[in-house]
């Protein structure tokens, strides 16, 4: 989040804050610690799989694509803890039989979708072709999906959406309008674009759901933006993303530390992508 707002609004009157924190974050030997883990103990081969592996490839795609002298310095700090995490994921793929189909933090498409993202961005081609032949063999042949069942009580992702979102980024778009057409039906569509009941914002599994706000805005956008003009859901998820973020934004501080850590990042992201 500091990152990318540091790099969008270099006048920000935070700026020099902002760097002074990421400076002393993306310090060498702090890297090599955070990468040194991930191999000191068997158990954390798991560990933040693959929610946080996401993230982290997030982060470097960010550093990657900035020309500044010190993103520079901080990408190449970084690259350890990348590199792990590369090689985490390429261990993992080939034996991941079945996707994650849930609203937290395991979600496989959700994952998968940055993933592609950063090696599009970075030029690994060898890694973006396991994800695309790994996506498709998941998600290609889903029909129906049954998003009227949406959400669980404490979910900060829509299952179905992010599938969408990520097929949008492999599929040629007449492809992707044939498998959409086949993945949603109307009933699915108008509980997808419903409004999560905020029931108690200070509770830490139910403030999930103004994530889902956030989530479902960035999802809708991304397809909305694959889709050609003529096609009904272009308009309809361009719209109802504009009313998720307008309903979320009011909420990012308006609780506690439950949602206060990560509310203002997804913010961010989905606020970018325009």
Not at 153 to 162: I, T, V, Y
Request: net charge positive.
């Amino acid at each position: 989040m500091l990152l990318k707002i540091l790099k969008s609004k270099p006048d920000f009157a935070k700026s020099a804050e902002i760097t002074t924190i990421l400076d002393q974050s993306f310090q060498a030997d702090k890297m090599k610690k955070e990468a040194e883990y991930f191999t000191k103990y068997e158990v954390a081969q798991n560990f933040e799989r693959t929610y946080g592996w996401a993230w982290i490839l997030q982060l470097d795609k960010e550093l990657a694509t900035w020309k500044d002298p010190q993103a520079k310095i901080w990408h190449k700090n970084l690259k350890p803890l990348t590199d792990e995490i590369l090689k985490l994921w390429k261990d993992y793929l080939p034996k991941q039989t079945y996707p994650n189909r849930t609203g937290v933090h395991p979600n496989t498409a959700f994952a998968m979708s940055f993933a592609l993202d950063w090696a599009r961005a970075t030029g690994y081609k060898d890694f973006e072709k396991i994800l695309i032949e790994k996506s498709k063999y998941f998600y290609l042949k889903d029909e129906k999906t049954p998003a009227y069942l949406e959400p669980d009580g404490s979910d900060f992702f829509s299952p179905s959406l992010e599938i969408a979102d990520l097929m949008r980024r492999l599929l040629p778009q007449k492809e992707f309008v044939n498998w959409l057409n086949k993945f949603y039906d109307e009933r699915s569509i108008e509980n997808i674009s419903k409004i999560p009941v905020i029931s108690d914002i200070n509770d830490f599994q139910t403030v999930h759901l103004v994530g889902l706000s956030f989530t479902k805005a960035w999802c809708m956008k991304g397809i909305a933006n694959a889709l050609p003009k003529n096609h009904p859901l272009k308009s309809k998820f361009t719209r109802t993303a504009d009313i998720f973020l307008k309903n979320a934004l009011p909420l990012v501080f308006a609780g506690n530390y439950g949602g206060d850590h990560w509310l203002a990042s997804f913010a961010v992201y989905a606020l970018s992508q325009e």
